[in-house]
């Protein structure tokens, strides 16, 4: 049986932008992983607990929901912010696949991105994993953009940015996204940081 599960609000900025399985309680459900309040660096211990929070919930969806089985769920946890993407049968278990991610102490803000419908096939998914690629070796080469803040996911065409930056920064991101073949629209999931200026580059 699992423990009763408490939703935190959302605490992140985000915005959009559109162009034409039993397992073990882990040290993140419980509250305590490290602390990434510092917004100019993201740590080895941050990227880590990311990972283990977003399989820990991947684990806890298919173990609670055995529709869930069915469908096509991928995770990624960003700075206390969750992703959901994938293809799952109906509204119904669309929103308890949610509930389980806002469940967690650690996740402020949960993106249900999910998709109602048949499950993408390989050839899809292979396109997408290639341009998810592409847009993060993009970013990670960009002059004046922290590719250390950001991770991009592809689903459908779509690019899912996440990240910690400065507005100067996401605007950048957008522009090289944008340059690259096969993007349909770019969805932003971006905490706005302060910018310090020209003095501090």
């Not at 935190?8 to 559109?18: D, F, I, M, N, S």
């Not at 990311?50 to 991928?74: F, K, M, T, V």
């Not at 050839?123 to 341009?131: A, K, V, Y």
């Not at 953009?145 to 950001?150: A, K, L, P, R, Y």
Request: proline fraction near 5%.
């Amino acid at each position: 049986m699992s423990s009763p599960r408490h939703s935190l609000l959302a605490g992140l900025v985000a915005g959009t932008l559109l162009l034409p399985l039993s397992g073990c309680t882990t040290l993140a459900k419980l509250g305590v992983g490290p602390d990434v309040a510092d917004p100019g660096s993201r740590t080895t211990s941050v990227r880590m607990n990311d990972i283990s929070l977003g399989q820990a919930i991947r684990r806890d969806i298919y173990r609670d929901i055995p529709a869930a089985r069915d469908a096509r769920i991928e995770v990624t946890v960003f700075y206390k912010a969750a992703l959901l993407t994938g293809e799952v049968q109906d509204q119904t278990l669309k929103d308890r696949i949610a509930d389980i991610a806002r469940s967690y102490p650690d996740i402020q803000v949960v993106h249900n991105e999910l998709s109602i419908g048949p499950t993408r096939t390989f050839g899809e998914r292979s396109i997408d994993n290639l341009l998810e690629s592409k847009a993060n070796v993009s970013l990670g080469t960009a002059d004046g953009v922290h590719s250390g803040q950001t991770n991009v996911i592809a689903v459908g065409g779509t690019l899912y940015l996440m990240g910690k930056l400065t507005q100067r920064e996401t605007d950048r991101a957008i522009v090289r996204l944008q340059a690259l073949d096969g993007v349909k629209r770019i969805v932003k999931i971006v905490d706005i940081l302060p910018d310090p200026g020209p003095d501090a580059r």
